[in-house]
């Protein structure tokens, strides 16, 4: 009788195996947009300031024109992982870190239909599938079923990165390839609580603190997330479209998901003030990883197509 396709192996599996990166990528990120945002960039392109100069950075498209720009994408607000963040598109800095993994057979980008903007930023070191679907895990069911049309298998691992999460390093994903490969379930990085965390209530003159929770066994779940394919895909499809992350699959199964420690800095772009903290921590290691994978020059602001900016 064949056992059960997510019921852990008998024996640790090997520490070799194959490895795929997917970065779902089809959401808008709308808590990200500053009130009044502008949807696109005016007619023709602009060349404004750097990101982190000021709010309004992240309502303008430095380095792109708006020929750059799908049509499909320009009907709407533009996605969060779409702004410049330190000259570049926000997610062409994730892709950056997971193009310095050498033992990635691929990096699958799971866009939108219809959502073209990547064209203008081709590289060989990722390929784009109009997978994306309503919710982050239907994105991630058609981005893995789109890696097994590609030739990966049931047994192969998978790397699921937020593409907000534009400060992932190459070490990071080594890291947490090395811990999971070994491991019968997977893993996900994850950073351990620091801070004192308290319940609400609604009272008097607004929100109150109800109670103080103990944080010693508290962790913030980050990503990559690394789970096998065929596990992960029969996770997902059982569990239902509104799971919020892929360890939270696995865990409905009755599985526990490997903690690895990540980094205060693998934080997700979600609000506003976000975007400068990221590019200051870009800035502060030098933008090695996204200036040698995707090109451009430090200190020059360009609407020129395929000319890339960094501050």
């Not at 089809?26 to 947009?33: D, L, P, Q, T, V």
């Not at 500053?34 to 602009?46: K, L, N, T």
């Not at 708006?66 to 009907?75: G, I, K, M, R």
């Not at 079923?145 to 990071?172: F, M, N, Y």
Request: aromatic share 6%; hydrophobic share 45%; glycine share 12%.
């Amino acid at each position: 009788m064949t056992a059960p396709l997510l019921q852990p192996p008998l024996a640790p599996l090997s520490a070799h195996g194959r490895f795929w990166a997917l970065v779902p990528c089809a959401g808008i990120g709308s808590r990200a947009m500053a009130a009044g945002a502008a949807a696109h960039p005016p007619a023709g392109g602009s060349s404004p300031a750097p990101a982190g100069e000021g709010s309004s950075s992240i309502s303008t498209l430095a380095a792109f024109s708006a020929a750059e720009v799908a049509p499909s994408v320009l009907t709407g607000p533009l996605p969060k992982q779409y702004h410049p963040v330190a000259g570049h598109p926000m997610v062409l800095h994730t892709l950056g870190a997971f193009a310095g993994v050498g033992r990635l057979l691929g990096t699958l980008v799971a866009v939108a239909p219809g959502d073209h903007f990547l064209d203008a930023h081709a590289h060989a070191a990722f390929f784009v599938v109009e997978c994306g679907g309503p919710t982050r895990a239907d994105t991630v069911l058609g981005g893995l079923k789109a890696l097994l049309a590609r030739g990966a298998q049931p047994d192969d691992w998978v790397l699921v990165h937020d593409a907000a999460r534009c400060l992932i390093t190459s070490e990071q994903i080594d890291t947490l390839i090395d811990q999971c490969a070994g491991d019968s379930v997977g893993g996900l990085l994850a950073h351990k609580l620091a801070d004192t965390l308290k319940t609400s209530i609604d009272g008097p003159g607004g929100v109150r603190v109800a109670s103080t929770v103990d944080r010693s066994n508290k962790w913030l779940a980050q990503t990559p997330q690394m789970f096998r394919i065929g596990p992960l895909m029969d996770a997902i499809e059982k569990v239902g479209s509104n799971v919020t992350d892929e360890a939270s699959a696995m865990e409905a199964m009755g599985l526990h998901p490997r903690l690895v420690p990540g980094g205060a800095q693998n934080f997700k772009v979600t609000y506003p003030d976000d975007f400068a903290l990221a590019a200051a921590v870009l800035a502060q290691r030098g933008y090695g990883t996204t200036l040698a994978r995707f090109g451009g020059e430090r200190g020059q602001v360009t609407v020129t197509p395929g000319k890339k900016n960094l501050f």
